[in-house]
């Protein structure tokens, strides 16, 4: 198993601009998050999905739309880039069941300029 | 809201133990993570507490007080590659809020 992966790796976008970070897991997990990690800062949550078609506003969602077609993949859009959104981008998976653990992808480093 | 506390920085020695608190006031509760994040690396899952007491995994051990909203990670033996930050999340149905983070720093 691949467990979750992330494209791209790295990103540098000018304000303004737009684009999608891709998210895809093959645990067959249905609840799957899309967190952001500013530095020497905990990890925010900006949306998150229990399942195919449902998904839900995180802590900061302003900025970012999502969806969620499939159970493997969940791309978060970025519209209208600005500065305030740079920052890691980390996607992560768990299984539907109370308590289990967060699986996470490797992040995206995103820069806005 | 969520209020979830935990120290900045810890510097210890190798072969020392470290212990790093975490406290919290949270909406609700069902559960609290520890998780071991290297620098440029994702964040990895070290334990998980949903009931009072110590639950040890090896040289890592964590603790829950629900009634005190309190827990804390015991590294024990510390290594070089122990050198990372640590994440408090406290889990509310099945969404995580984390903490900033602990960074320790293992001298040798």
């Known amino acids: 198993n691949a467990g979750v992966t992330q494209t791209p790796k790295f990103r540098i976008l000018k304000i303004g601009q737009s684009m999608t970070l891709q998210c895809t897991q093959d645990?067959?997990?249905?609840?799957m998050y899309w967190y952001r990690q500013d530095p020497g800062m905990g990890l925010k949550l900006i949306y998150y999905?229990?399942?195919?078609?449902?998904?839900d506003k995180g802590e900061v969602p302003n900025g970012y739309n999502v969806s969620r077609s499939t159970t493997e993949d969940f791309p978060l859009r970025l519209e209208l880039a600005a500065p305030s959104q740079t920052s890691v981008y980390f996607c992560?998976?768990?299984?539907?069941?109370?308590?289990?653990?967060?699986?996470f992808g490797p992040g995206t480093r995103l820069t806005v300029t | 809201g969520q209020n979830i506390d935990q120290p900045t920085e810890m510097t210890a020695t190798e072969g020392a133990i470290v212990q790093i608190n975490c406290t919290y006031q949270?909406?609700?509760?069902?559960?609290l993570f520890w998780y071991q994040q290297h620098a440029g690396e994702a964040p990895t899952f070290l334990s998980y507490n949903v009931l009072d007491g110590l639950e040890e995994k090896g040289r890592f051990s964590s603790f829950l007080s629900r009634s005190k909203g309190y827990s804390y990670l015991l590294l024990k033996e510390l290594q070089m590659k122990d050198s990372a930050s640590y994440l408090c999340?406290?889990?509310?149905?099945?969404?995580?809020?984390f903490g900033a983070g602990t960074t320790v720093t293992v001298r040798a």
């Open positions: 999340a406290v889990n509310d149905d099945y969404k995580l809020s």
């Open positions: 999905s229990v399942g195919a078609g449902i998904t």
């Open positions: 645990m067959n997990h249905n609840y």
């Open positions: 992560a998976s768990s299984p539907s069941e109370v308590g289990y653990e967060q699986y």
């Open positions: 949270t909406s609700g509760f069902n559960g």
